[in-house]
């Protein structure tokens, strides 16, 4: 439950960790900028790897851009393709449910971000 006193922490999937913890060197390249419409590798176990550091901020919510799958060019999520299907760049439906249960170990709940596509029917969500 959302209320006056959560505190809520926003990221974009694809920029905040990969599964092998080294997202930053990413960052740091020299190019960086010129990379900023391309995906970068951010991954479900990217962030489940920082779930300490999530913790540690005394964060109560943790909402992520869209995950469900998109062109493979879209890095926010927010171009998606199948409605309801999650993103296998980001590790599909069982690492995302590993990273729920490791938030929820730790008391954070978490809040998807959905981009639904314009066609009048509701998504199937798993």
């Known amino acids: 439950m959302i209320d006056k006193n959560s505190i809520i922490y926003q990221l974009v999937t694809d ?3 990969n599964s092998d913890g080294n997202l930053e060197k990413v960052r740091d ?3 960086y900028e010129s990379k900023l419409t391309q995906p970068m590798g951010g991954t479900f176990k990217g962030i489940e790897l920082r ?3 999530l913790s ?3 964060i109560t919510h943790l909402m992520m ?3 469900e799958r998109c062109k493979r060019s879209c890095y926010h999520g927010y171009s998606t393709t199948r409605p309801g299907l999650i993103n296998l760049s980001f590790g599909g439906d069982l ?3 590993k990273l729920m249960a490791e938030l929820k170990r730790r008391d954070i709940h978490t809040i998807l971000d959905f981009a639904c ?3 009048g029917k509701t998504p199937l969500i798993r």
Do not use: H, I, W
């Open 15 to 17: 920029r905040f960790e």
């Open 29 to 31: 390249d020299q190019d």
């Open 51 to 53: 779930a300490d550091y």
């Open 56 to 58: 540690s901020l005394g």
């Open 65 to 67: 851009s869209p995950v």
């Open 95 to 97: 690492a995302l449910k």
């Open 117 to 119: 596509l314009a066609t």
